[in-house]
């Protein structure tokens, strides 16, 4: 196992306005970020850290780094106490956070790696060879030797992760990868990743709003809701949360007859299209079978299909409390 997080709490005392009347009088409020939250991550394993604004993401991720110390609870990595070996930790762990850096503005690329090389104590042959394999990986060839502060947003996000790799961590922490990349950039930032996750042993914990961050790049998600766990399991489980009810994409071999169409269950056509039509059904209530068997009388059916629900939709429903 290589993350264990058990029934973990995070609280906070912020101070908030003691009456409209008066806004220069405030008073102490106890605010919970995480409650009683408990995961485990295993080697090899890209999880995504899914919630809304407030669901306590940035938290988790915060205290998985030991910037933050729980209320209650015990967190480990690699069988280590993040609170008592901080130190062991920051050879074995690596950060990214969207909205900073840990690249030097007014020096190159290059000379930014060999700096923080020299932080984690790397041998110098170790740390040219492994500088070396990073470049070619990521893709930062023709930037390496610029300053950082002369890059785009995507170049440097790649040379960041290049900086988070360098000391061969086993765990690296996400959190907004992609926040502020346009659409290219951010295909090219996942795609990165993704390569990162194919050729080394690191295993990766995201935190993201963004759907496509979560679908191209993980296996596995963790859903917070106020600061709560609701979902812990694979990313192709998530899609069947939304509701009970599931479509099923049938294709004519020529565009049906639908006179006096009734459908059995309760299904209904949800959109239609030449040859092929979109039926929503209930499972509970009809099997596909025979559903399917329902809708051979209309014509001859060449293929038939599930169809997955939207991720999105999902998580929009999971957040809101509406899934089942």
């Not at 899914?50 to 669901?55: E, F, K, L, Q, T």
């Not at 709003?209 to 489980?237: A, Q, T, Y």
């Not at 294709?251 to 007859?257: D, K, L, N, R, V």
């Not at 639908?258 to 039926?279: C, H, Q, V």
Request: some cysteine; hydrophobic content about 35%.
């Amino acid at each position: 196992m290589l993350v264990s997080i058990n029934s973990v709490t995070k609280e906070y005392n912020i101070r908030v306005s003691k009456s409209r009347g008066f806004p220069g009088r405030t008073e102490k409020k106890k605010v919970t970020a995480v409650k009683s939250l408990s995961f485990n991550v295993d080697e090899n394993v890209s999880l995504a850290l899914i919630g809304p604004n407030g669901a306590g993401k940035t938290t988790t991720v915060k205290l998985l780094t030991g910037l933050l110390t729980p209320n209650e609870g015990s967190i480990s990595i690699g069988g280590y106490d993040v609170q008592k070996n901080m130190k062991k930790l920051s050879y074995y762990i690596g950060t990214l956070f969207g909205h900073r850096t840990q690249l030097i503005p007014n020096v190159s690329i290059y000379d930014s790696l060999k700096l923080l090389g020299a932080i984690y104590d790397i041998e110098k042959k170790t740390l040219d060879k492994r500088i070396s394999d990073l470049i070619e990986l990521v893709g930062i060839e023709d930037v390496v030797h610029k300053k950082s502060r002369k890059l785009s947003l995507g170049q440097r996000m790649k040379c960041e992760l290049v900086a988070s790799m360098l000391h061969s961590p086993k765990l690296l922490l996400l959190d907004e990868p992609t926040i502020g990349l346009d659409i290219i950039a951010k295909s090219k930032f996942r795609n990165t990743i993704k390569d990162v996750i194919k050729n080394t042993s690191t295993s990766v914990i995201i935190s993201s709003h963004d759907v496509m961050d979560i679908s191209s790049i993980c296996s596995h998600s963790i859903v917070l809701r106020k600061g709560e766990k609701i979902f812990d399991g694979k990313i192709s489980e998530l899609t069947h949360l939304s509701s009970t009810r599931q479509n099923m994409i049938c294709e004519y071999a020529s565009i049906p007859e639908f006179k006096n169409l009734r459908l059995p269950g309760n299904a209904i056509i949800k959109d239609r299209e030449e040859n092929r039509i979109t039926i929503e059904y209930n499972p509970e209530e009809i099997s596909m079978g025979n559903l399917f068997q329902g809708l051979i009388h209309f014509g001859n059916i060449i293929s038939v299909r599930e169809q997955e629900s939207d991720l999105e939709t999902v998580l929009q429903k999971l957040y809101q409390g509406e899934s089942k």
